[in-house]
């Protein structure tokens, strides 16, 4: 399947212009087809089909009226070249090394080389990755759907019952090392019964993927109550009104205790002092 960059790209030397497209995406295993086209007519002895490489450019083809069509990767590259004003050429099994960029170039009399430039991306889509957890509210869960592509996928969740909708949309990239993107979009979903979600990645003329999973719907139970009674105790307000009630109570029992202490003490000390006039 095969993605062309809808504007066009165009190079010249002078007067002369060529036509071509600046990005040409497809995937590993297609076939991908670039071309150049003359936007006035030159007089062209020669047409070239480069590959640009890090050191220098490589040879694929070469088309003259006289010598006709002459390319290097017969098996892996098809080249039809028209009354020398444009030239177009299919990769067949785009493979990885294929990537980059190629140039072609016409060579006219008496201007020289005009020369358009155009670039082979391959893009990729992994399967996407969906998933549900429950939020802090017990009655909203939150769906969380990934994907890993190249270029950026775009990534779409859906529910599938019609009286639903998600909300708090929030979406983040992370960019790899290798070029392709993981896109993941949450959202909140609020529903009393079970019901299904889905999450649609695409990139750009790629099929796109799709998965289904089931959020389990939220219902009040006894339990639901003892959680929120949990909760409530474990909570700030709780703790200070505990710790408030605590002191209270333990300083009513201290003064109890003193006070029945001071008792204990006028009593003995009432019975020393008639021991002792008793004795005098």
């Known amino acids: 399947m095969l993605w062309l960059v809808t504007s066009p790209d165009l190079l010249h030397t002078g007067e002369a212009l060529i036509q071509t497209q600046q990005t040409v995406w497809t995937a590993v295993g297609d076939q991908a087809s670039l071309s150049c086209q003359l936007t006035e007519e030159k007089d062209v002895l020669q047409i070239t089909w480069q590959k640009v490489l890090p050191d220098g450019e490589k040879n694929l083809a070469t088309y003259t009226k006289k010598f006709g069509l002459k390319v290097e990767l017969a098996e892996k590259m098809d080249f039809q070249c028209k009354d020398l004003q444009s030239c177009s050429m299919v990769i067949r099994k785009v493979m990885e090394e294929d990537e980059g960029c190629y140039q072609c170039l016409f060579n006219t009399y008496p201007r020289g080389a005009l020369i358009g430039r155009t670039c082979l991306r391959l893009y990729e889509l992994h399967e996407p990755i969906l998933d549900v957890r429950r939020s802090k509210s017990p009655a909203e869960s939150v769906v969380s759907c990934s994907a890993t592509g190249r270029p950026a996928p775009t990534v779409t969740l859906t529910v599938l019952q019609q009286n639903l909708s998600f909300s708090h949309y929030n979406s983040s990239s992370v960019t790899h090392s ?37 959020v389990p719907g939220f219902k009040g139970t006894s339990d639901d109550g003892f959680v929120a009674f949990f909760h409530s105790v474990l909570s700030p307000t709780y703790f200070t009104f505990f710790s408030l009630g605590w002191s209270f109570i333990f300083a009513v029992f201290l003064c109890g205790a003193l006070a029945a202490l001071f008792s204990m003490f006028l009593r003995r000390r009432k019975k020393q002092n008639r021991y002792y006039y008793q004795t005098v």
Do not use: F
């Not at 070029?179 to 990645?201: W, Y």
């Not at 790629?206 to 089931?214: D, F, S």
């Open 178 to 214: 290798n070029g392709t993107v993981t896109v993941t979009t949450t959202a909140l979903l609020s529903a009393s019964s079970s019901t299904q979600v889905g999450c649609s990645v695409s990139v750009l003329s790629a099929a796109p993927r799709e998965k289904l999973i089931t």
